[in-house]
């Protein structure tokens, strides 16, 4: 079966240690999470597969490296408070539950955000909180955030995000470049008004969008 423990052993060796990400925690949250579980039924017989895949309502689940880049950029511990925005499936909170104290994941798509939040109910992680929500405007009741994962790439980060960062706390986000390329970008926090930025690579995301769309549940498969 391709969602089986060897699977994810497999997944973890060759495509995240691999490309130098050597976190114990992260590499043993991304060997827990059932990746499969995340995707439509077609989709799973290539859950492990080094690329991002489909999952409905135009949205993708990220290439397993990206989410663990990602993960590794903002530097998240086992204490750490993370907002991300742009939840999708869920499966990059799922495996920042396995880390972190407490995920707050923002998703402007209502079906998304429904199904998302069953499946993390069914892997009992009660340590994230799957909201449907307009990312942008972050989510100041739990403010601040050590770390802050943006899923969708924008021409700049909004200013809300930022500023709902702990003093030292990091955003990663993709970002769009001149032309039509866009680079993942790490934000640390270093004052009251003073961030550092800082390139990671080239990366392909989809828009990041405003507002709540309360969609239809037979958009999602």
Same mark, same amino acid.
């Given at each position: =079966?391709?969602?089986?423990?060897?699977? #994810?052993?497999? =997944? *973890?060796?060759? +495509?995240? &240690? !691999? #490309?130098?990400?050597? %976190? $114990?925690? @992260? @590499?043993? /949250? =991304? #060997?827990t999470v059932p990746r499969h579980l995340f995707l439509p039924e077609e989709e799973r017989p290539y859950a492990y597969d080094d690329c991002p895949l489909p999952i409905g309502a135009g949205q993708t689940i990220s290439q397993p490296y990206i989410v663990a880049l990602m993960i590794d950029a903002a530097e998240i511990d086992a204490g750490a408070s993370v907002l991300e925005v742009g939840a999708g499936s869920?499966? /990059? %909170?799922? *495996?920042?539950? +396995?880390?972190? !104290? %407490? *995920?707050? !994941? @923002? &998703?402007?798509? !209502? $079906? @998304? /955000?429904? &199904?998302?939040?069953? #499946?993390i109910a069914d892997l009992h992680l009660g340590n994230v909180h799957i909201i449907a929500a307009d990312g942008l405007s972050g989510w100041p009741a739990a403010a601040p955030y050590d770390a802050i994962i943006v899923s969708a790439a924008g021409t700049h980060v909004p200013s809300a995000l930022l500023y709902q960062l702990k003093i030292g706390g990091r955003l990663v986000m993709p970002v769009a470049q001149p032309g039509d390329g866009q680079a993942l970008m790490l934000y640390r926090r270093m004052g009251k008004g003073d961030f550092s930025a800082h390139g990671l690579c080239d990366v392909r995301f989809v828009p990041l969008l405003s507002g709540v769309d309360p969609g239809l549940a037979d958009d999602i498969a």
């Open positions: =079966m391709p969602g089986d423990a060897a699977a #994810r052993d497999h =997944m *973890v060796a060759r +495509q995240i &240690e !691999a #490309r130098g990400i050597h %976190s $114990p925690r @992260l @590499l043993a /949250a =991304m #060997r869920g499966y /990059a %909170s799922a *495996v920042m539950g +396995q880390i972190a !104290a %407490s *995920v707050h !994941a @923002l &998703e402007r798509r !209502a $079906p @998304l /955000a429904a &199904e998302a939040a069953g #499946r």
